[in-house]
T-cell receptor, first 112, second 116 residues
């Protein structure tokens, strides 16, 4: 089944403890991206990647890192999480123009 | 399910009615637009897209209209069904400096509720 898989689905962590949310797609898509979704603020793009080793900032990149060493994987790294990074995170991938992003099921992160 | 918005515009319709969801976009340089549907507890799902060289595009039961003059986008759903109940988002993007269409900006969303 063609899909974007992100893990974990739920995560509770403490301030300052580094964490990684994994994302993998099995559709050989060029583009991948991370979003966060917050009540009243909608979906905001954190980072996106156009291909292996090519990434760029979205609208809210502060406090996040990404890497694209392989086409299928695009992990989101929080080096020192803070409570304001408590949010619902989505990974997405896209084949190209005219197809739109395919989204994963989301990761609910709580930083205490 | 997950809460995706506490103060979003809402639209309530009866099953079988036509629904129109509106979106104002911000960037006059945007040249590609997408509508997404998000059901409770799930990620956004692609519905339909339109490029800026078009003003109308039709899919199965859905039509997107684009008015570049006033930077307005609408999604029309024909014969709305209870399964259409969800939050609907418009998104815009543009070909910016070679990083084609990777950067996507979402609107705030509209909650559609369809009553049987």
């Amino acid at each position: 089944e063609a899909q974007v898989t992100q893990n974990p689905r739920y995560l509770i962590t403490v301030t300052g403890k580094k964490l990684t949310v994994t994302c993998s797609q099995n559709m050989n898509h060029e583009y991948m991206s991370w979003y966060r979704q917050d009540p009243g603020l909608g979906l905001r793009q954190i980072y996106y990647s156009m291909n292996v080793e090519v990434t760029d900032k979205g609208d809210v990149p502060e406090g996040y890192k990404v890497s694209r060493k392989e086409k299928r994987n695009f992990p989101l790294i929080l080096e020192s999480p803070s409570p304001n990074q408590t949010s619902l995170y989505f990974c997405a991938s896209m084949r190209g123009l005219g197809y739109g992003y395919t989204f994963g099921s989301g990761t609910r992160l709580t930083v205490v | 399910g997950e809460s995706v918005g506490l103060h979003l515009p809402t639209l309530s319709v009866q099953e079988g009615d036509n629904s129109i969801i509106n979106c104002a976009y911000s960037n006059s340089a945007s040249d590609y637009f997408i509508w997404y549907k998000q059901e409770s507890g799930k990620g956004p799902q692609f519905i339909i897209d339109i490029r800026s060289n078009m003003d109308k595009r039709q899919g199965q039961r859905v039509t997107v209209l684009l008015n570049k003059t006033v930077k307005h986008l609408s999604l029309q759903i024909a014969a709305t069904q209870p399964g259409d109940s969800a939050v609907y988002f418009c998104a815009e993007t543009r070909n910016a400096g070679g990083t084609s269409y990777g950067k996507l900006t979402f609107g705030q969303g509209t909650i559609l509720t369809v009553h049987p």
